[in-house]
């Protein structure tokens, strides 16, 4: 299984981006994709996951600005985020869990100016 992450960029607070994620090889109908981030200093943290039965979950700091959404004929999750902040600046990580096994991407980083 490969995930191919893309989208990032820099954008000014308040601005919006979006990312894309793609998920290559043997995938199964049921799994979960979802996106975690990393800032500088701090630990990897969820932000948003979707499950291939339609079923989303936010961290709460990003309730209201960020959606997840996905393509399961694709095999493809997204990231819409709006009213960014320059404290969503991070390297953003798009995963897939697959029954107990986790499959990771390249990051893409996103800057948010103040």
């Known amino acids: 299984v490969q995930l191919q992450a893309s989208g990032g960029g820099l954008v000014q607070a308040g601005g919006s981006l979006r990312l894309s994620c793609a998920a290559s090889?043997?995938?199964?109908?049921?799994?979960?994709l979802g996106w975690y981030r990393q800032a500088p200093g701090k630990q990897r943290e969820l932000v948003a996951t979707?499950?291939?039965?339609?079923?989303?979950n936010y961290v709460d700091s990003v309730k209201g600005r960020f959606t997840i959404d996905r393509d399961n004929v694709k095999n493809t999750v997204y990231l819409q985020m709006n009213s960014l902040k320059p404290e969503d600046t991070a390297v953003y990580y798009c995963?897939?869990?697959?029954?107990?096994?986790?499959?990771w991407g390249q990051g893409t980083q996103v800057t948010v100016s103040s």
């Open positions: 090889g043997i995938i199964p109908r049921v799994n979960t």
């Open positions: 995963n897939i869990k697959i029954a107990s096994s986790y499959y």
């Open positions: 979707a499950t291939s039965s339609g079923i989303a």
